[in-house]
């Protein structure tokens, strides 16, 4: 199997959607280091910019890649195709409010609070939605739930008065923790997803609520 084949299998769709949350974490790092030394300095480093914006570039086109992977690869689950789907165009819409290539400062606020407590609400919804990947099973549940906990820590941000971004961070890092937790259980086989063209398997689908002395 080559890497585009592996690539068109569930895991690769897990993979893609890890690896474009894992280029946010990095792209707002790297600003972050940058804001700082260009406040220190007021020095501007053309070849920094360029390169931080080559990595959220990369991370959306990986984002939308892992929508479009949902769409094609899976079965049914139209709620968290549609979720995904939504939530890549929001996250590409504060983007592009973000970073001024269009003018909306008379509408977009981005250390406004209602602005970040509703973004994490709603990442914390599309984190949930993964739950239709296997809604009885414990390790999906497990998955989830602790991703989508992580996800609303980035309500705190508010206490701070800091920039959207940095829920957009945390974000990040609870989906990173969902891709990975899910790879990690899908590996070892305690889930397993019906994808199109995939043959039926046997596998453990306990589900985290049931009594196990039933």
Request: aromatic share 16%; glycine share 2%; charged share 15%.
């Given at each position: 199997?080559?890497?585009?084949?592996?690539?068109?299998?569930?895991?690769?769709?897990?993979?893609?959607?890890?690896?474009?949350?894992?280029?946010?974490?990095?792209?707002?790092?790297?600003?972050?280091?940058?804001?700082?030394?260009?406040?220190?300095?007021g020095n501007?480093?053309?070849?920094?910019?360029?390169?931080?914006?080559a990595?959220?570039?990369?991370?959306?086109?990986?984002?939308?890649a892992?929508?479009?992977?949902?769409?094609?690869?899976?079965?049914?689950?139209?709620?968290?195709?549609?979720a995904?789907?939504?939530?890549?165009?929001?996250?590409?819409i504060?983007?592009?409010?973000?970073?001024?290539?269009?003018?909306?400062?008379?509408?977009?606020?981005?250390?406004?609070?209602?602005?970040?407590i509703?973004?994490?609400?709603?990442?914390?919804?599309?984190i949930?939605?993964?739950?239709?990947?296997?809604?009885?099973?414990?390790?999906?549940?497990?998955?989830?739930?602790?991703?989508a906990?992580?996800?609303?820590?980035?309500?705190?941000?508010?206490?701070?008065?800091?920039?959207?971004?940095?829920?957009?961070?945390?974000?990040?890092?609870?989906?990173?923790?969902?891709?990975?937790?899910?790879?990690?259980?899908?590996?070892?086989?305690?889930?397993?997803?019906?994808?199109?063209?995939?043959?039926?398997?046997?596998?453990?689908?306990q589900?985290?609520?049931?009594?196990?002395?039933?």
């Amino acid at each position: 199997m080559n890497r585009l084949e592996k690539l068109n299998t569930f895991r690769g769709v897990m993979k893609t959607g890890l690896l474009s949350n894992a280029l946010f974490i990095l792209f707002i790092i790297v600003t972050l280091i940058y804001y700082s030394y260009f406040v220190r300095t007021g020095n501007i480093l053309p070849v920094v910019e360029v390169i931080a914006y080559a990595i959220e570039i990369s991370g959306f086109i990986l984002m939308a890649a892992n929508a479009v992977g949902l769409w094609v690869k899976l079965r049914f689950r139209s709620l968290l195709k549609i979720a995904a789907s939504v939530f890549f165009l929001a996250e590409f819409i504060i983007m592009v409010c973000d970073f001024n290539l269009i003018d909306v400062a008379e509408f977009y606020t981005p250390s406004s609070k209602v602005l970040i407590i509703s973004h994490c609400i709603f990442s914390a919804f599309v984190i949930m939605c993964y739950l239709q990947l296997d809604t009885s099973n414990k390790y999906v549940q497990i998955s989830c739930s602790v991703s989508a906990v992580i996800s609303m820590l980035a309500t705190f941000a508010i206490v701070f008065n800091v920039r959207l971004y940095a829920s957009v961070l945390v974000n990040s890092i609870a989906y990173v923790v969902l891709y990975s937790m899910i790879l990690f259980f899908e590996n070892r086989e305690y889930i397993y997803v019906d994808c199109y063209g995939d043959a039926a398997k046997v596998y453990d689908n306990q589900s985290f609520f049931d009594d196990e002395n039933k």
